[in-house]
C-alpha cells in the first residue's frame, strides 16, 4: 500500500517510474553522476560564432556542417543545423551519413552540381579520417574552449575548412537542484563528453567538485562501472542518446523527460518536467516511502505481540497452545 501511495505522489511531482520496486533501490544510491548537456545546461544550443579557414566562406562552412548535422538527433547537431538553414542556399541533400556517438558525423553533401565527402565532429575525428588540422584552426578550437563553448570542426574533401563554435546556457534550477542532492547526502559528479575546460567551467557554477570529461559513450559505462567496483550505489541523470548505455548500467538510471526517446527507455525513472531538482524529489520519496514501510512493519509486529493471549493459570507448556482451552490432566498419583 505504501508502494502505491508512493507511486502515485511521485506522478504527481512529476516523476514516473518504471515499477514501485525502484522507490526500494533510489534509497540505497549514494553517487549521483550526471550529464552536463540538457541536463544540468538548458540543451538549447545556438551558433555563436562560424570562423572559416584561409581562403574558405564562413556560411559555406556554416552550409556544409549544417546539411550534414541535419541527420543528427543531438541539440548541438540541431543548432548548427537550424542556423545553416537560413544562410544562402540552405540544407543541402545528405547521403551515406555515419556517426560515431559522441565524437562527429561524416557524409556527402550535395551542393549543386558537385558532391562533397564532409566530416564534422571532434578534431581527432577528423585526424582520424586522414584530415589534418592547420595551426589557425587549432588555435580557434584552443580558443572557443577556453570561453566556454563546444568547438565543431568541419572540413570535407581531405581539407579542414572551419570551425563551429556552439555553446548554451547552465538552467537557472541547477545550482540549487545541486545543493538539494548534497543535502541528502549524495555525492555529486559531473560526466561529459565535453572537453574539460568547458566541463569545469560548468561544475563550478553549479557547485560540483568532481569532473570525468572527453569520455565517449563507452567511457560513461566505464565510469559508472569503475564507481560501482568501489562498493558505490550509483545513480545517472542524462537525457541523449550518448548516455543510454550508462543510465542502463546505474544501479538507478533517471531520464529527463524533455531528452530522447532511447534514454527515457534505458532509465528506470523519468523526470517529467526536465528539472533536476526532481532527482532530489525523487530520493525524498523514496526515503519516506521506505519509512512508512518500516513504521508499518514495527506497529504490526508490536500489535501481534502485544495481543497474544496469556495461557490461562494452571495451565502448562503442553496443553497451550492449542486448538481448544484444556483443564490439566489429573495426576496419575
Excluded at 558537385?114 to 565532429?121: E, K, P, Y
Aim: charged share 20%; hydrophobic share 45%.
Amino acid at each position: 500500500m505504501a508502494l502505491m501511495v508512493g507511486t502515485g505522489r511521485g506522478a504527481q511531482l512529476g516523476i514516473l517510474l518504471r515499477g514501485p520496486e525502484v522507490l526500494e533501490s533510489t534509497r540505497r544510491v549514494e553517487v549521483i553522476v550526471l550529464d552536463k548537456t540538457g541536463t544540468i545546461t538548458t540543451g538549447v544550443m545556438s551558433v555563436r560564432d562560424v570562423v572559416a579557414a584561409q581562403g574558405e566562406s564562413a556560411n559555406e562552412v556554416l552550409r556544409m556542417a549544417g546539411s550534414l548535422e541535419h541527420g543528427s538527433e543531438h541539440p548541438i547537431a540541431r543548432a548548427i543545423a537550424d542556423a545553416a538553414a537560413h544562410v544562402p542556399g540552405g540544407l543541402a541533400p545528405i547521403s551515406d551519413f555515419t556517426s560515431a556517438q559522441g565524437r562527429g558525423v561524416e557524409g556527402v553533401v550535395t551542393a549543386g552540381e558537385r558532391r562533397h565527402v564532409v566530416v564534422a565532429g571532434r578534431a581527432e575525428f577528423l585526424r582520424e579520417r586522414g584530415i589534418g588540422l592547420p595551426d589557425e584552426i587549432v588555435a580557434t578550437l584552443a580558443e572557443a574552449e577556453a570561453g566556454g563553448a563546444t568547438a565543431v570542426t568541419v572540413g570535407w574533401d581531405g581539407l579542414a575548412r572551419g570551425v563551429v563554435v556552439v555553446g548554451d546556457t547552465v538552467k537557472p534550477t541547477s545550482a540549487q537542484a545541486i545543493s538539494d542532492l548534497r543535502g541528502l547526502g549524495l555525492r555529486p559528479v559531473l560526466l561529459t563528453g565535453d572537453n574539460e575546460i568547458v566541463a569545469r567551467r560548468v561544475a563550478a557554477e553549479v557547485g560540483i567538485d568532481e569532473v570525468i570529461a572527453g569520455v565517449l559513450p563507452e567511457g560513461k559505462v566505464e565510469a559508472i562501472r569503475e564507481l560501482q567496483q568501489r562498493g558505490r550505489a550509483v545513480a545517472m541523470v542524462g537525457d541523449g542518446v550518448n548516455d543510454a548505455a550508462a543510465l542502463a548500467q546505474a544501479d538507478l538510471g533517471l531520464a529527463m523527460g524533455t531528452g530522447t526517446d532511447a534514454a527515457i527507455a534505458a532509465a528506470d525513472l523519468t523526470l517529467v518536467r526536465g528539472d533536476l531538482r526532481a532527482a532530489g524529489d525523487a530520493i525524498r520519496l523514496s526515503r519516506a516511502t521506505l519509512a512508512t514501510i518500516k513504521g508499518n512493519l514495527f506497529w504490526a509486529f508490536a500489535y501481534n505481540v502485544a495481543a497474544l493471549p496469556s495461557p490461562p493459570p494452571g495451565c502448562s507448556t503442553r496443553c497451550w497452545p492449542g486448538p481448544r482451552w484444556r483443564s490439566p490432566r489429573p495426576s496419575s498419583s
